[in-house]
């Protein structure tokens, strides 16, 4: 199963890298942007990414340097901890929140397609388990 579920995380990167590229984006930057849409007006700081992605500080920081110079996020030193640097979607970011997001959604239904109602709940609540473990 292990060799399935790698086999899949790797065609769905590839998928998103190649629709990332003609935004000038990658997968992981579309993917940033779709999490820090979703969280609204919740304070959402560096370190939030990096748990939510599971990457380290170095990847996430020089993620989020990157999406900084291509005006995607803002990242200011948070007014409550000086350590903690808080995130926010630029103009020019929220306005590809819509393309990202009907993309993932396309995405999902693709996965699920051919399955039941009861059979894509069970996928996604072994996906949630596997996700946990």
Known sequence: MGGL??????????????????YGLT??????????????A?????????????IQRSTASLLVR???DRELV?????????R?????LTTKGRKLVPVITAHLDQQDQK?????SPEVAAGFRQ???KIKQW
Not at 84 to 88: A, G, N
């Open 42 to 54: 919740t304070t959402t700081y560096q370190v939030d990414v990096e748990h939510e992605f599971e």
């Open 5 to 22: 579920l790698r086999d899949a995380t790797n065609q769905m990167t590839q998928e998103l890298n190649n629709f990332a590229r003609p």
């Open 74 to 82: 803002t990242r200011v030193v948070a007014a409550s901890d000086s």
């Open 111 to 115: 996965m699920v397609a051919g399955l």
């Open 126 to 128: 072994a996906l949630q």
């Open 66 to 68: 990157r999406m900084v």
């Open 84 to 88: 903690k640097r808080q995130l926010q």
């Open 27 to 40: 997968g992981m930057q579309m993917s940033v942007i779709d999490y820090l849409a979703r969280r609204g």
